[in-house]
């Protein structure tokens, strides 16, 4: 089951802060989060696990709720080197362990001068 | 260290046709999984490999296979190939198998077209 991710795009000035969810309607064990530039490889940013701390990046961030079952990313400060598509992997819980990474549709973020 | 590597960067082929992808992991990364992309609608999983072995499958039919040799280096076929078929094809690689723990290093893809 494939998580949602809001919003789909979003444009920055430099210097803006921007916040990506990604939310799931099954138990979540993990949030993954890519950054794919246009063109390259999806790299990765960081990972969240049930019951774990804030995580952050230079200044990207990202915490999990679990009452909520979503995931939030926070950019703050954009630079024009976040520009491109976040990706959010989730993880979900199941008896036993937890199921395969299952991506999102993706958010654009474009960061303008 | 050498990164997850793809070939063919690009390929053309017809409808009906087969085509197989190939992708050589971060060495000793045990892992390597399969993701198709296209425009709006993310990296879909299609399978993941661990030490030769499938561990899961996504949701695509059985044209779509793949398998893992011994030095982790894997191979995606798609047979009977449909327009619908076109898209990038992604390789990542990890140590372990995927899960909460493990971060993927991605391939810069295979871009098929299928005409």
């Known amino acids: 089951q494939q998580p949602v991710q809001s919003p789909q795009a979003v444009i920055l000035r430099e210097g803006e802060d921007a916040v990506i969810n990604c939310s799931s309607s099954?138990?979540?064990?993990?949030v993954h989060w890519y950054r794919q530039k246009h063109g390259e490889a999806p790299v990765f940013l960081m990972i969240l696990l049930k019951g774990g701390e804030q995580k952050g990046h230079e200044k990207i961030s990202a915490s999990f709720n679990e009452k909520k079952q979503q995931s939030s990313l926070y950019l703050t400060a954009s630079q024009l080197s976040y520009s491109g598509t976040y990706f959010c992997?989730?993880?979900?819980?199941?008896?036993?362990?937890?199921?395969?990474?299952?991506f999102g549709k993706g958010t654009k973020l474009t960061v303008n001068p | 260290k050498a990164g997850v590597t793809q070939t063919p960067r690009y390929l053309i082929k017809t409808r009906g046709q087969q085509v197989t992808l190939s992708c050589s992991p971060i060495?000793?990364?045990?892992?390597v999984s399969w993701y198709q992309q296209t425009p709006g609608q993310g990296l879909q999983f299609l399978f993941e490999?661990?030490?030769?072995?499938?561990?899961n499958k996504g949701n695509f039919p059985g044209r779509f296979s793949g398998r893992q040799f011994s030095n982790s280096r894997s191979e995606m076929n798609v047979s009977t190939l449909e327009l619908g078929d076109s898209a990038l094809y992604l390789c990542a690689s990890s140590l372990g198998i995927i899960g909460a723990n493990e971060k993927l290093f991605f391939g810069s893809g295979t871009q098929l077209s299928v005409l």
């Open positions: 490999y661990f030490s030769e072995t499938q561990r």
């Open positions: 099954k138990a979540l064990y993990s």
């Open positions: 060495s000793g990364h045990r892992s």
């Open positions: 992997g989730t993880e979900y819980e199941t008896q036993g362990g937890s199921e395969k990474l299952v």
